[in-house]
């Protein structure tokens, strides 16, 4: 389902395009699904889940905050560089399946923003805007959208020091957020 949604769109990707792409016959789909909308929100939740699992093993050996986002960080990227349709179906596509995927898309934002929070603990510095954890959160999934959508496939894992310079910025300043952009040679 996902890798059809993210090669057709929403809109295009009927029962019939995944029946056709899986090979399985329309009862077998209907015996596990109520229609496309119910295949595609689990489809998504399953994604969802293995992503968790590859940040999170991504993560596991890194000591700090700054460690962990960028390694996880990574894990997406490379994902959605490797799977670009993937990454179509759960970020671009998402509203053409409506409310209810939107609101889980926004959860996984929102989760985001709260592990950027924990930033707030490990800067030990001046006091960051309330809002930095959610604006950064956003300004990510919206870069990811926007190439994503346009169809910049493989090239996803280069944003991995920009986007590490936007998410250090607030809590760890300019020096700190200059250094993750020379770490990887940007």
């Known amino acids: 389902m996902l890798d059809a949604v993210g090669a057709e769109g929403y809109g295009r990707a009927s029962v019939q395009v995944v029946l056709d792409r899986t090979g399985l016959y329309r009862q077998a789909f209907y015996n596990d ?21 590859r940040v999170r093993e991504a993560a596991a050996g890194e000591g700090t905050w700054r460690g962990r986002l960028r390694a996880g960080l990574g894990a997406v990227l490379d994902h959605f560089d490797a799977e670009p349709n993937l ?43 309330t809002i930095a954890p959610e604006a950064v959160a956003a300004g990510i999934h919206s870069v990811l959208h926007s190439r994503l959508a346009n169809r910049e496939d493989g090239r996803l894992r280069q944003l991995l020091p920009e986007f590490m310079y936007i998410a250090v910025l607030p809590y760890f300043g300019v020096d700190e957020a ?8 940007a």
Not at 39 to 50: I, N, R, S, T
Not at 178 to 185: H, S, T, V
């Open 33 to 53: 699904f109520d229609n496309k909308l119910d295949c595609y929100l689990q489809a998504y939740d399953a994604a969802l889940e293995e992503i968790e699992a």
């Open 87 to 129: 990454g179509r179906a759960l970020l671009v596509e998402v509203h053409g399946a409506g409310a209810e995927a939107t609101s889980r898309r926004d959860l996984v934002v929102h989760r985001f923003g709260a592990y950027l929070e924990q930033a707030t603990a490990a800067a030990n510095g001046d006091p960051t805007p």
């Open 178 to 185: 200059r250094l993750e952009l020379r770490r990887d040679g």
